[in-house]
């Protein structure tokens, strides 16, 4: 098993940046492929990014050019940087985890609130 611990989150206005941080612990988090997911008031937890292997990292539509998912395996952590945020970025955004790339998301983090200012 592992455990995740979302950093990071904040108020931003709109066209700032933030970085948003995972920490992982119980287990080596090489093995896992990870990802980001937001769920912003009144609507469905969504995938915002993930990585993959092989192949490239995967974005939602919406955050494609803005957002970069990143991992540091001896810091047993993923990243996600996010620049030219928007309002519709506002969301609680959530560190998961999956055995492998295509398989169910087992492993949940507590969420990081980001509010974006218009």
């Known amino acids: 098993q592992v455990q995740l611990v979302e950093s990071g989150g904040g108020l931003v206005q709109t066209g700032g940046s933030l970085r948003l941080s995972c920490a992982a612990s119980g287990d080596t988090f090489s093995r896992y492929a990870p990802g980001w997911f937001r769920q912003a008031p009144g609507k469905e937890r969504e995938l915002v990014a993930a990585?993959?292997?092989?192949?490239?990292?995967t974005y939602a539509d919406s955050v494609k050019g803005r957002f970069t998912i990143s991992r540091d395996n001896a810091k047993n952590a993923i990243y996600l940087q996010m620049n030219s945020l928007k309002p519709e970025d506002t969301a609680v955004y959530y560190c998961a985890a999956r055995v492998r790339y295509g398989s169910p998301w087992l492993y949940w983090g507590q969420g990081t609130q980001v509010t974006v200012s218009s």
């Open positions: 990585v993959s292997w092989p192949g490239p990292n």
